[in-house]
């Protein structure tokens, strides 16, 4: 690993080693991907990283390539404690909004977490604090959280949880471009691009679209 990449992995740490020096001895980061597009899913991912991780490329998942995210995806899993993963459908976000919807995914993530905890015995029920991108008046299942805005370019836990989030996201919508090639989920992932607002004025809506999302297109 580059000195340069070493320290930049350093910085991104601070806040979790501030906590672990006032005692904390499990940290759980959490993000989501996939708030702004209009087509497909939120998905929101909650991991437990152990102290010494320092995997390099963590990153927020804005930053990085998709290739890199896909590597990065794999060694991150393989070294986290635990980790879970929250799916909240275009319906669902429609019915509740986008936001309710995150934060239904956030309470998922959670529960998918511990019980991937319990799953490999690891001796811990649940982590002592939360580590969230952003988000506010939250519920985390009585774990104290603190949110912390550009998150995920600033905590390592949260960098790696919206990797784990970015790539189970970007799985999904490669998986319905299968069902609906003719708008170019594969590639755009369902957000608002040039491309993808032309496919709905030609082909209209396929049931994945977010109808709270493109009323102003059709």
Known sequence: MKEKEYERLKTIKEIEEKLYEEGVTSIAGIDEAGRGPLAGPVVVACVVMPRESI???VNDSKKVS?????RLYDEIINEAIAYG??????????????LNATKEGLTIAIKEMEKDLKEKSRGLEKPEIILVDALTKIDTDHIPYRSIIKGDSKSYSIAAASIIAKVTRDRIMRQW???YPMYGFAKHKGYGTAAHIAAIKEHGLCPLHRR????NIV
Do not use: C, H, L
């Open 55 to 57: 995997i390099e490329g």
């Open 66 to 70: 998709e290739k890199k995210r896909e």
């Open 85 to 98: 993963v929250g799916i909240v459908n275009q319906q669902e976000i429609d019915r509740i909004n986008i």
């Open 177 to 179: 471009d299968e069902v």
């Open 212 to 215: 709270s999302f493109v009323k």
